[in-house]
T-cell receptor
Framework: GENVEQHPSTLSVQEGDSAVIKCTYS??????FPWYKQELGKGPQLIID?????GEKKDQRIAVTLNKTAKHFSLHITETQPEDSAVYFC????????????FGAGTRLTVKP | DTGVSQNPRHKITKRGQNVTFRCDPI?????LYWYRQTLGQGPEFLTY????????KSRLLSDRFSAERPKGSFSTLEIQRTEQGDSAMYLC?????????????FGEGSRLTVL
């Protein structure tokens, strides 16, 4: 089955700096890669996703890159703000089967004002 | 629509007792998932339903765990003879099926503490 590794487990940045979180996956059949943000006491919320037919996707301050050959993908947050502080999870699955979605262990991002 | 709703939000029980969690998915979503999340870890897949049919169970779902979705709407997750190792956040998510899989919408979870 799919195995997703995520690094780093904790990340602290100064407000305005960029943050990068990296994930690797094992199953070459995986072709859908979402990123979820989880705030304290809440469930995970999708912030961006990418499908394997593209190498990069941007949404305002957030971007995700995918390298299918190396089986890794990354989340980039620019101009970080204190409200970006949360736990971020990457995940991988096959596009037509969310039931095989597997999550990384999470990265706790702290943005210091 | 207020999203995925889970009840209760918190449950404290003694070892050996049975507990039941309820999940009300987004109304038009026909897929429903249960995940377990322990401290410092990502969600781990437990089981999922398409309409009322339970189509997959993880090996994490021991015979003390049972899930139902009787009418293809809300779902319940029951844990019998709870153990301290069952302490975790139980997350429910829902999604649409048909065509490309899309976003999983998560509820806020039911936190279980087994004393």
């Amino acid at each position: 089955g799919e195995n997703v590794e995520q690094h780093p487990s904790t990340l602290s940045v100064q407000e305005g700096d960029s943050a990068v979180i990296k994930c690797t996956y094992s199953d070459s059949a995986s072709n859908y890669f979402p990123w979820y943000k989880q705030e304290l006491g809440k469930g995970p919320q999708l912030i961006i996703d990418i499908r394997s037919n593209v190498g990069e996707k941007k949404d305002q301050r957030i971007a995700v890159t995918l390298n299918k050959t190396a089986k890794h993908f990354s989340l980039h947050i620019t101009e970080t703000q204190p409200e970006d502080s949360a736990v971020y999870f990457c995940a991988a699955s096959t596009l037509y089967n969310n039931n095989d979605m597997r999550f990384g262990a999470g990265t706790r991002l702290t943005v210091k004002p | 629509d207020t999203g995925v709703s889970q009840n209760p939000r918190h449950k404290i029980t003694k070892r050996g007792q049975n507990v039941t969690f309820r999940c009300d998915p987004i109304s038009e979503h026909n897929r429903l998932y249960w995940y377990r999340q322990t401290l410092g870890q990502g969600p781990e897949f437990l089981t999922y339903f398409q309409n009322e049919a339970q189509l997959e169970k993880s090996r994490l779902l021991s015979d003390r765990f049972s899930a139902e979705r009787p009418k293809g709407s809300f779902s319940t997750l029951e844990i019998q003879r709870t153990e301290q190792g069952d302490s975790a956040m139980y997350l429910c998510a829902s999604s649409l099926s048909g065509g490309a899989a899309g976003e999983l919408f998560f509820g806020e979870g039911s936190r279980l503490t087994v004393l």
